[in-house]
């Protein structure tokens, strides 16, 4: 089994850890009713996905 000949300094561990932030989520904007929402996925408000109505909503 590998294992690693010495320790990992802090300095090194922390480096790496740097990286792993939270991104906030890209959003576009609806082209039906101008709301944002997420790429590639049906609109929450009007329920339109590349001009088609896909879900009925109340509105």
Do not use: W
Not at 17 to 46: D, Y
Not at 53 to 58: K, L, V
């Amino acid at each position: 089994m590998a294992v690693p000949k010495r320790k990992k300094g802090r300095a090194k561990t922390n480096s790496r850890r740097a990286n792993h932030t939270i991104s906030a989520e890209n959003t576009q904007e609806c082209p039906q009713c101008h709301e944002a929402k997420l790429p590639h996925r049906v609109c929450g408000f009007c329920g339109y996905y590349k001009g088609k109505e896909i879900i009925e909503t109340e509105a």
